[in-house]
């Protein structure tokens, strides 16, 4: 089954979004947020972290190119699909804006869904890409995480980040003690098992409801396991 990706659709014309929306609906690898304007679609991307946003460049508040500045400066930083009028200038322009593709209507819907989803393969290699971790949102690039409802930001170590990192890409499949301790800190003789379990047990205090109760970061025979 392939993964949920939440996708913004940011266009002024509710019909056109609607349509926008009802094209992807069927692919159950999305979840749809809409948003009529720039600053709508600010505000929600800051508060739910999507995977790419869908942004029409005719917008009430102000012109596309500029929302995509905008965004940018306000550290959004998925994937932006522009989408406008077909003509290399707008297309140049939304670039230069941020966007990280430009796609002129009318298109194909077929088209634009292949383009979303090789922006979101390249993204999610990123170190830019966010994690979402139950509650809480895992910035790794940043070493931070951030809990969207309270606005609470808690920085993590290197080393607990690289862990977070590592235990992510494995899946939700166990990662033995050994490997993780050769993929975090390497070759060194003088770092055991027990370092990676005073970590993991400070990690927990940050990342858990009850760390006493762990339901993200579980410990199984032989090693580790993230719930994604």
Same mark, same amino acid.
């Given at each position: 089954m392939r993964p949920v990706h939440q996708i913004?659709?940011?266009?002024?014309? *509710?019909t056109q979004r609607r349509a926008l929306a009802q094209? %992807?609906?069927?692919?159950h690898e999305f979840a @749809?947020?809409?948003a009529g304007?720039?600053?709508? *679609? @600010? *505000?929600l991307a800051q508060r739910s972290f999507p995977d790419a946003i869908l942004l029409d460049m005719a917008l009430p508040d102000m012109d596309g190119r500029e929302a995509c500045r905008m965004f940018r400066r306000e550290r959004v930083l998925c994937p932006i699909v522009a989408l406008g009028p077909s003509g290399d200038s707008e297309t140049i322009l939304a670039l230069d804006a941020g966007a990280n593709d430009y796609v002129a209507r009318p298109f194909r819907s077929n088209v634009l869904l292949a383009r979303l989803r090789a922006h979101l393969r390249q993204h999610q290699q990123s170190e830019s890409a966010p994690i979402m971790l $139950?509650? @809480?949102?895992?910035? =790794?690039?940043?070493? %931070? %995480?951030? $809990?969207?409802?309270s606005g =609470?930001?808690? =920085? @993590?170590?290197?080393k607990e980040a690289a862990i977070i990192r590592y235990l992510h890409r494995a899946g939700g499949n166990l990662v033995r003690r050994e490997t993780l301790l050769a993929e975090v800190w390497g070759y060194n003789a003088a770092v055991s098992t027990h370092t990676i379990e005073t970590h993991v047990y400070r990690l927990r205090r940050k990342i858990e409801? $009850?760390?006493?109760r762990a339901e993200l970061l579980l410990t199984e025979i032989g090693g580790y396991r993230l719930v994604c």
């Open positions: 913004l659709i940011v266009d002024a014309d *509710a094209s %992807l609906a069927p692919y @749809l947020a809409e304007s720039a600053h709508e *679609a @600010l *505000a $139950d509650h @809480l949102v895992f910035q =790794r690039g940043a070493k %931070l %995480l951030i $809990d969207p409802r =609470r930001k808690i =920085r @993590l170590t290197e409801r $009850d760390p006493a």
